[in-house]
């Protein structure tokens, strides 16, 4: 019988996350050449009367005038927390909390600075592998994700990024690179973060300007298909490279209640989920599932596929799952299902739970519900790799009393403790942000995750300076005690 376990495994990887569009800055420093993220210009955050402005779509339009006329916007991503400047001081910290395990990204535009070059840009990869290194000093694992919502802008333009399979060999010449380079330095790796959000954002999951496709939840399922591709190729080279690597698919997991008892309202649920569920579904077990055929075939949705690409998928699959969890929704049957999955934004309200100041649902049973579907269904290990408060902090006396946060994250790493009692067998835990860093929906610095406070605006101004939280001591309690104390 399964023993039933009651606290935090004893080598539990307590840690948090990040990704390199988001704080590393210096963006055309070390010969990294312009990514899509660099075009994410910032937009009124509360303009159009909404609270999430998100940022997430470029335009051809947009970016061409981004390109000849860059001073005339403001690129949040481009600035970043200058992590790339500061990443011992921020190490540093990460190591006085007892952090096990970091997550960051790769930016693809720092190793190959338009995707097209034969040879990899030495300055980006010693930028790494400087960082690794940092990182080893305090035993802190590296989780590393190759493709965090970038790419080099070359390849928007010349291909409209993933829509063309064009993209699969020239990332694998990139995660041949890395994989190559720092095989022993890292271990975990996750191919893709999120891919599922292709279907909320193609320009940031996948590259692609909206305005040059006819069809574009067709084409998020195509550049869907060209990066599952990529990432079981990856995978399958990477068990050539490293007998010890590990690889995760990754998705952002998002559980949808049905709205009522109706049967309907149930069916349209489990559909909602099927469609989150999708992505690990071909990531896990190599191939895909037939409600998705069915829903293809109803949707009028063609998938360009090519012989043997069910031979690739079927070799690369995934070693654990990892996910970001932030919220759930709830679903009501609707003639057109496109309406309600794979959105973030949901059009229906759950009255029994609060609100984010950014009008994200808060639910920590609903992260126990989701750790428990997810291992049901899979029976590998999980890695919940992002989760955490969105909020604004206010600096009193050089101090940031984050009550809000702590109570936030303690309630989900309790209901975390419950799954692990429930038999759900999880490798480690980041929150994502552990530093304040630049949103990635809205590019705002001001919509805050992090311990550690970072002094800057949503226009830049400001010291860059790092003040420790009030979560800052919680966190490094909950890791001394490996769990135990969250009060
Ligand atoms: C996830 C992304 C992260 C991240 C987080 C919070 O979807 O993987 O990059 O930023 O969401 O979102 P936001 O920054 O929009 O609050």
Redesign the pocket.
């Given at each position: 019988m399964h023993k039933v376990r009651t606290e935090f495994p004893k080598n539990f990887l307590w840690g948090g996350a990040t990704?390199a569009n988001?704080i590393e800055g210096a963006y055309l420093e070390g010969g990294k050449g312009l990514s899509t993220s660099d075009m994410a210009a910032y937009k009124d955050p509360y303009g159009e009367g909404r609270v999430n402005n998100f940022t997430f779509n470029v335009s051809s339009e947009e970016l061409e005038k981004y390109l000849l006329n860059p001073e005339k916007y403001n690129f949040p991503k481009r600035r970043g927390i200058d992590f790339y400047h500061r990443y011992k001081e921020d190490i540093r910290l990460f190591a006085e909390m007892g952090f096990k395990v970091f997550r960051l990204s790769i930016s693809w535009a720092r190793i190959f600075p338009t995707g097209l070059e034969d040879e990899p840009n030495e300055e980006g990869l010693k930028f790494y592998d400087d960082v690794f290194d940092e990182l080893k000093k305090y035993n802190i694992e590296p989780l590393v994700t190759m493709s965090?919502?970038e790419m080099p802008i070359e390849l928007t333009k010349r291909y409209n990024g993933w829509m063309s399979r064009e993209l699969i060999p020239l990332f694998i010449k990139y995660t041949t690179a890395i994989m190559e380079r720092y095989k022993d330095k890292v271990k975990y790796w996750i191919p893709f973060?999120?891919m599922n959000?292709n279907l909320n954002s193609i320009y940031t999951g996948a590259g692609v300007l909206e305005d040059k496709v006819t069809n574009v939840i067709q084409a998020a399922y195509q550049t869907s298909h060209h990066q599952f591709l990529a990432q079981a190729m990856t995978i399958s080279n990477g068990r050539k490279i490293s007998k010890d690597f590990k690889f995760g698919c990754m998705i952002?997991a998002i559980e949808s209640y049905a709205a009522t008892s109706k049967p309907e309202d149930q069916l349209a649920s489990l559909k909602a989920g099927q469609i989150n569920l999708f992505y690990p579904d071909v990531q896990v077990r190599g191939y895909y599932p037939s409600y998705m055929i069915r829903y293809f075939k109803e949707n009028n949705i063609n998938i360009v596929q090519q012989e043997g690409d069910n031979e690739i998928l079927k070799n690369g699959t995934s070693d654990y799952v990892a996910f970001?969890y932030?919220m759930t929704h709830m679903t009501e049957h609707r003639e057109d299902m496109r309406d309600i999955a794979g959105r973030l934004d949901s059009p229906l309200k759950n009255p029994n739970l609060e609100i984010s100041e950014?009008d994200w649902p808060i639910d920590p049973i609903g992260f126990r519900i989701v750790l428990n579907k997810l291992y049901d269904r899979y029976q590998i290990p999980l890695w919940p790799v992002?989760n955490g408060l969105?909020a604004h902090d206010k600096v009193v006396d050089g101090k940031i009393h984050d009550d809000y946060r702590i109570d936030y994250l303690r309630k989900h790493i309790s209901a975390m403790a419950d799954a692990i009692e429930d038999g759900v067998e999880i490798i480690g835990y980041t929150t994502?942000?552990c530093i304040d860093l630049v949103?990635?929906?809205?590019s705002q610095m001001s919509?805050r995750y992090g311990f550690i406070y970072v002094d800057q605006d949503d226009h830049g101004n400001g010291t860059l300076d790092r003040i420790r939280k009030d979560s800052f001591y919680w966190y490094k309690k909950v890791i001394e005690s490996n769990g135990e104390k969250l009060i």
């Open positions: 990704a988001q965090h919502y973060n999120e959000m952002n970001s932030y950014w992002e969105g994502w942000g949103s990635c929906g809205t919509k």
